[in-house]
């Protein structure tokens, strides 16, 4: 059984960097079988999907983040780290960690870390 | 972007009656090469995270009460709970998973009337 646990600061000054990690236990990135995306969902509201590290390496993220956004792997540690750049308030958000059962084929995120709110203020 | 838009946005109904939930997307998300529709419903409850119910537009979830449905296809899905329980509380979304990025309906609210 996956478990994803995110981590990181809950409070980010405008302008500054959000860094925040997921540790994966219950399963190896580079099994081929998932990949990890980071979503958030702003107070209230929908869910909005960040970006993803795929298998091999290559992330992908959501245009609409401007290129602010970096996914980074540390395969010695299952972890995944998510960085956005140049935060706002609008960056305020629940930040979720989800696995992707990419291999079945099912396009669905079948697990999901508890969340860590960020939020963005001086 | 695939723009995901549900109907309505809340709905109270009595417990033991059917609750019904509507999405649509801007584009079909039909995948031609496997004639699967990449419509995943998800359900929210307060303070958790989101839960996998349905996949494939109208594939339960390992684990998933029947009385939760799934069916639609191209451009209209929708989300049937056949008998509404106490627990089924919760805001659902629908997501589209054909391409990239990845979105989601603007949740529906189901409360006990």
């Known amino acids: 059984q996956v478990q994803l646990q995110e981590s990181g600061p809950g409070l980010v000054k405008p302008s500054q960097t959000l860094s925040l990690t997921c540790t994966v236990s219950g399963d190896s990135y580079g099994s081929g079988s998932y990949y990890y995306n980071w979503l958030r969902q702003h107070p209230g509201q929908g869910l909005e999907w960040v970006g993803f590290?795929?298998?091999?390496?290559?992330?992908k993220y959501n245009p609409s983040l401007k290129s602010r956004a970096t996914i980074s792997v540390d395969t010695s540690k299952n972890q995944f780290s998510l960085k956005l750049s140049s935060v706002t308030a609008a960056d305020t958000a629940v930040y979720y960690c989800?696995?992707?059962?990419?291999?079945?084929?099912?396009?669905?995120?079948?697990?999901w870390g508890q969340g860590t709110l960020v939020t963005v203020s001086s | 972007d695939i723009v995901m838009t549900q109907s309505p946005d809340s709905l109270a109904v009595s417990l033991g009656e059917r609750a019904t939930i509507n999405c649509k997307s801007s584009q079909s998300v039909l995948y031609s090469s496997n004639n699967m529709n990449y419509v995943t419903w998800y359900q929210q409850k307060p303070g958790q995270p989101p839960k996998l119910l349905i996949y494939w537009a109208s594939a339960r979830e390992s684990g998933v009460p029947d009385r939760f449905s799934g069916s639609g296809s191209g451009t209209d899905f929708t989300l049937t709970i056949s008998s509404l329980q106490a627990e089924d509380v919760a805001v659902y979304y629908c997501?589209?998973?054909?391409?990239?990025?990845?979105?989601f309906g603007q949740g529906t609210k189901v409360e006990v009337k």
């Open positions: 997501q589209q998973y054909y391409d990239t990025p990845y979105t």
């Open positions: 989800v696995r992707d059962n990419v291999a079945s084929g099912t396009g669905s995120f079948d697990s």
């Open positions: 590290m795929s298998d091999s390496g290559s992330p």
